[in-house]
């Protein structure tokens, strides 16, 4: 290459990295470097020439541009050194790649693609959420009579609505006393459901009178251990509204970013689902987990195109995936709220999340550092039992960002950010996702201690000694195992079933953890 030349590749990457597309002051037009827009096209090009695209970030991605007519050649980077088209741009490299088009017809395009991929080396696993809801006797959805059916309740549960009175759709009827298990048949007119929760007995009765073979972490981890795990959570942890969705995705969450996906000892008798009921209890409570690096208190929303209250959050929501998902490579915990169609602002999902794409778009007019970002994000199911619903949660995000000249997030001006909408599986903005630095292991049901739940998990630690190598043991129902045993009765004296020692959902971190 003649000095010269390279005297003008050098004026020119120099001024491509000021963010200026000029005229080099010499006779060729080839010499011209030409801007094509990230993510974008520009049209109608002739003859042979040098074009440069500015990658804005410093965490890396994939780089292709392509061409309509003729070959591409020479993509170089801003550290002077050749990169493979459609190849990783690798880290620190935020700036201008140049590349030419050589032997192309008259009135050519030339395109680009960025896509940038974080993905954790922990893989987090999906689990379910272990609802707190008891199985009830309620109001069927749809086809009721809107009236109370039922006239009065079995063993030790209790009628919250008025025999005879008027009842609105899905209302309660009849739900568990302290022992937690619905000893109710609901009369003709009246519906029951099971929800499968950690205190269940081996077996729950439908509204035809059929009997279902149901999980039972709590009741199978009482008579291994020779514990009463499960009567302290079905008298202090039963929710009594009408919610089904509170629970221990929490726990479970935590515990699919931290752990090994469980394997149960084969002479425990548990199986793989209600060996992770256990480490969600343990993970449950909020207080033993040390939070690192935050976006958090984001808005609902949804986000829209234009100014809103979600905008300001978004730098540090994009900032959060980039640092530690994509450069070093960990999951995170999120609380992505509800689903769609039906979700509300109040409820809490709290999720995994070990991958994303985010695919770059230059946003015409404004600089080569705004750019506007369509991200996936891939997160843990809450809802994986016996199997089903074992897919990820996908939610998708689009909004408008601006980077530093050092290739970061710029956080110093929140308010260039434009949070545009969300989709997939998502109807509001996240309210939080957090880097969890790291955690004890004890929930807030004192029968349930790490100990032992490492024991049965082959996985993490489990299954040395030969304990659990043998035959699992033949498990009995809640009235024979805990016959004899006192029961742990939770209330007040206003006669509520919250136990003054029960779990708290609030404190110092109600804003993190949504609690």
């Not at 509204?241 to 479970?252: A, N, Y």
């Not at 016959?483 to 939770?490: E, I, T």
Request: glycine share 12%.
């Amino acid at each position: 290459m003649r000095k010269g030349n390279r005297l003008r590749e050098a004026i020119a990457g120099a001024v491509l990295a000021a963010g200026f597309s000029v005229w080099i002051p010499v006779a060729e037009a080839a010499d011209r470097v030409q801007p094509v827009p990230l993510g974008g096209t520009l049209k109608a090009q002739s003859g042979d020439r040098q074009f440069g695209v500015y990658v804005p970030t410093r965490f890396g991605g994939e780089l292709t541009v392509s061409t309509t007519s003729g070959k591409v050649e020479a993509l170089t980077g801003p550290d002077g050194k050749p990169r493979s088209n459609g190849g990783e741009v690798g880290n620190d490299q935020q700036g201008w790649f140049t590349f030419k088009v050589t032997d192309a017809k008259e009135g050519y395009a030339v395109d680009s693609k960025f896509i940038q991929v974080g993905e954790s080396i922990r893989k987090p696993w999906n689990f379910y959420y272990w609802p707190t809801k008891g199985d009830s006797i309620h109001e069927p959805w749809a086809g009721g009579n809107a009236r109370v059916d039922t006239m009065a309740p079995a063993g030790d549960d209790q009628m919250v609505a008025t025999p005879g009175g008027y009842i609105a759709p899905g209302q309660d009827i009849v739900l568990p006393g302290p022992n937690g298990i619905l000893e109710t048949q609901p009369a003709s007119g009246d519906t029951s459901t099971w929800f499968p929760n950690l205190y269940d007995d081996l077996t729950w009765r439908g509204p035809e009178g059929q009997l279902f073979q149901t999980p039972s972490p709590l009741l199978k981890y009482d008579q291994i251990f020779n514990m009463s795990a499960r009567n302290w959570e079905a008298a202090n942890s039963q929710n009594r509204d009408i919610s089904r969705w509170p629970g221990h995705c929490l726990g479970g969450a935590i515990a699919s970013i931290s752990m090994n996906e469980p394997n149960p000892a084969p002479g425990s008798g548990l199986t793989r689902d209600e060996l992770k009921a256990l480490w969600a209890e343990l993970g449950e409570n909020h207080y033993n987990h040390r939070i690192g690096d935050h976006a958090k208190d984001i808005p609902a929303g949804p986000p829209r195109p234009g100014p809103d209250e979600c905008d300001p959050f978004v730098p540090r929501f994009h900032a959060m995936l980039e640092t530690h998902i994509r450069g070093e490579k960990k999951a995170l915990l999120a609380n992505l709220r509800a689903f769609p169609p039906r979700g509300t602002v109040n409820e809490v999902w709290n999720h995994g999340v070990g991958k994303y794409v985010s695919t770059f778009e230059a946003v015409p007019g404004k600089g080569e550092r705004t750019v506007r970002v369509k991200t996936e994000l891939t997160a843990t199911s809450g809802s994986c039992l016996n199997g089903n619903d074992d897919k990820p949660r996908v939610n998708t995000y689009e909004y408008r960002i601006v980077y530093g000249l050092d290739g970061k997030v710029d956080e110093t001006n929140p308010y260039t950010a434009d949070w545009i909408s969300v989709g997939g599986e998502a109807i509001f903005a996240p309210l939080n996702v957090l880097q969890v630095l790291e955690s004890s292991w004890q929930g807030h049901n004192p029968q349930v201690n790490e100990a032992n739940v490492r024991a049965v998990d082959l996985a993490n630690g489990g299954g040395l000694g030969g304990r659990f190598a043998g035959v699992a043991p033949t498990f009995r129902p809640v009235g024979s195992y805990e016959a004899g045993r006192a029961p742990m009765f939770a209330g007040r004296n206003d006669g509520s079933m919250e136990s003054p020692n029960a779990p708290r959902r609030g404190g110092i971190f109600r804003g993190i953890f949504g609690r």
